[in-house]
């Protein structure tokens, strides 16, 4: 079974290469979430079609119109028939283009929605190593502009885009059908140097739009890490420090605005060029043809009005196109997010765990964050079901890695992990999290309510459930002191608590989510000796019947652990219980004596406690006292 997974490799680089891809890449990607709406695009593409009919059907109609009002053939009811359908093309063109709007809005809503939803799913299913490298300011900027980009695409390209091609299709069937090859020409000449040219200069400014969303995400990440980080900005008074550093980035961001800017002036003014050269050829050519009396003056009008009905939206193709362009590249991004890879996955039909005991066991554990630092070596160890092992070592010795392989956040690169005799690889994820809890070093906190951050651990938990949790976490009493009770806010990131009060509210958590397999990562670090020693008391009747790992730098507090590990550069060193590893005066022993002398050295008359005193001697004399007490107690356990 070793061999089985132990030539799983690191990825050299996780991050999907930023590059350019094309838009009908990014399109082909968008497409699929359109899909299982055909009944409603088919019926808004036909609402377009109607409308565009409406549109043209105006300046043909006004034709007749105007050539009825000749008083040579001048009919009354003819006109006033007129005038009524020339009032009801109008409507039509209002209605079927609101109605058209309304049937397609649910389908541009729901594919935001299910494209913002699969990019919430996939960021949490990337790995730690993806979310330790992210910065946090761009990466929501970058998905904000993704789901906006995807309505702008949608609305931009079905209501604007399309429209206008099948109107140039109807005018210009129109135009070869009754008039001569010039009106065609001009006006097909017109429309390919417009669009030659929009395209060209739009594409030359796409970089521009590129490099300010970049520039943006910059700005946002460095102003969103500076508010997070308030605090330490205010103790070492660097406020202007940051207020420059942010300026920088605006500063860059404002250089690429004004480019973008200028270069777009530039693209509208040779697009009214050539506009305006169209338009007058046609006119002209139209005058003549009336003064040859080959045309009339309705023909005058009806040229006249299909070449503002072409040229005002033509007019802002230039717009439209760069509106779409910035969104595709606003989606580009969003989508690279969709396509990072994802390192930890479930493997195919990959059953849930089952948990008979909860046994836990490293089998020849090897791990490297980077293939050039290797973490763990060989790491060897057993927690049988329901009992406590404890590991200890200075920082950087791989002690808090042990739990995050254990949680899978990694693969670990050589050996295995197994609950139960189950390779955790080959189980589901979310069955694996789902039996192990824990209490970690750092706690960090949802901006909600103390209630909602203790049943974050079992969301389905009652109140009385949630308050007894609280009660065995020693922080009941302090919650019911509070004004608003279980119902106080708790700040970002738990701000608005002490470093204690946060550790309780991560230990009523753990204990309300009830699993089998209990880590604890320092998890009374935060905490005063009195508070310290009457959660240590909670903690062991909690973790009695479960299986439980300790991470621990306070020595006194895993005296009673079936088994310590000492851990030095990712080697297993020392193992044993407390008594046989005093008994062997290693590294172990050298680190309860230092840790006792400090304890000594907080125990003299100025920090005031109640042995203050004392003489060195008699300090010692109780702190031995206290250890032999300690081991009687655990050579009594059965």
Not at 58 to 76: E, F, G, N, Q, Y
Not at 239 to 249: F, G, H, I, M, T
Not at 321 to 329: D, H, M, P
Not at 545 to 567: E, F, P
Request: charged content about 20%.
């Amino acid at each position: 079974m070793r061999g089985r997974h132990a030539s799983t490799s690191l990825p050299v680089d996780r991050h999907v290469a930023r590059t350019e891809r094309g838009a009908w890449q990014t399109i082909q990607l968008l497409l699929p979430y359109l899909w299982g709406y055909g009944g409603r695009i088919a019926a808004a593409l036909t609402c377009l079609v109607l409308a565009k009919v409406a549109n043209v059907g105006v300046p043909v109609l006004m034709k007749h119109i105007v050539d009825s009002l000749d008083p040579r053939v001048a009919v009354l009811s003819v006109p006033l028939a007129m005038l009524v359908a020339y009032g009801l093309l109008r409507l039509s063109m209002t209605v079927f283009t609101e109605l058209r709007e309304f049937l397609f809005a649910k389908v541009t809503q729901r594919a935001v929605r299910r494209i913002g939803l699969t990019v919430f799913r996939h960021l949490h299913a990337l790995s730690l190593r993806f979310h330790l490298a992210r910065q946090t300011g761009g990466l929501t900027r970058d998905v904000e502009r993704g789901q906006r980009g995807i309505s702008t695409l949608i609305s931009f390209a079905l209501f604007s885009i399309l429209p206008t091609l099948v109107e140039i299709a109807f005018v210009a069937a129109i135009l070869i059908a009754r008039y001569d090859w010039t009106f065609i020409a001009i006006t097909a000449v017109a429309l390919a140097l417009y669009i030659f040219f929009t395209i060209a200069i739009t594409e030359w400014r796409t970089h521009f739009r590129r490099e300010m969303n970049d520039l943006d995400s910059k700005a946002n990440t460095r102003a969103i890490d500076s508010l997070i980080n308030y605090e330490t900005v205010k103790y070492f008074g660097n406020e202007e420090w940051e207020a420059s550093r942010y300026d920088e980035s605006l500063q860059r961001w404002e250089r690429a605005a004004v480019l973008s800017q200028t270069s777009l002036s530039a693209l509208n003014i040779g697009q009214s060029a050539i506009i305006a050269i169209a338009v007058a050829l046609i006119m002209w050519r139209a005058t003549v043809g009336v003064v040859d009396g080959r045309m009339t003056i309705g023909d005058l009008v009806l040229v006249n009005g299909f070449m503002l009905q072409l040229y005002v939206p033509l007019n802002f193709l230039g717009v439209i196109y760069r509106e779409i362009r910035q969104a595709l590249a606003d989606m580009e991004r969003l989508f690279r997010l969709i396509e990072e890879h994802a390192e930890i996955t479930d493997a195919p039909h990959a059953p849930p765990l089952a948990v008979h005991g909860g046994e836990v066991r490293f089998d020849h554990v090897n791990f490297a964050y980077e293939p050039d630092r290797q973490i763990l070596h060989d790491v060897t160890f057993t927690i049988p079901a329901h009992r406590h092992v404890a590991v200890v070592g200075p920082s950087g010795s791989g002690k808090s890695t042990l739990a995050r392989l254990l949680y899978r956040f990694y693969d670990v690169t050589g050996g295995r992990i197994t609950i139960d005799g189950q390779d955790i690889r080959d189980v589901q994820q979310a069955s694996l999290r789902a039996a192990i809890g824990i209490v970690p070093q750092d706690t960090v906190l949802f901006n909600d309510t103390i209630e909602y951050n203790i049943a974050y651990g079992r969301p389905t938990a009652t109140h009385d459930e949630i308050v007894q949790a609280a009660k065995l976490a020693q922080i009941h009493d302090f919650v019911s002191r509070l004004p608003r009770g279980y119902s106080t806010p708790v700040g970002e990131r738990g701000l608005k608590l002490s470093g204690g009060e946060k550790q309780r509210v991560a230990i009523a958590r753990a204990i309300l989510k009830d699993p089998a397999i209990l880590i604890f990562d320092e998890a009374t670090s935060a905490l005063d000796s009195r508070a310290e020693k009457a959660i240590q008391a909670e903690l062991k009747l909690i973790a009695r019947d479960h299986t439980s790992l300790t991470i621990a730098h306070r020595l006194s507090t895993i005296v009673d652990a079936d088994l310590i590990l000492v851990l030095e550069h990712g080697h297993i060193v020392e193992r044993g219980t407390h008594v046989a590893l005093l008994a062997a005066n290693g590294i172990y022993a050298r680190m309860w004596r230092l840790q006792q002398d400090e304890r000594h050295d907080e125990s003299t008359p100025a920090t005031g406690h109640a042995d203050a005193g004392l003489p060195e001697t008699a300090s010692r004399t109780l702190d031995r006292a206290a250890t032999a007490a300690a081991e009687a107690t655990l050579r009594s356990a059965p």
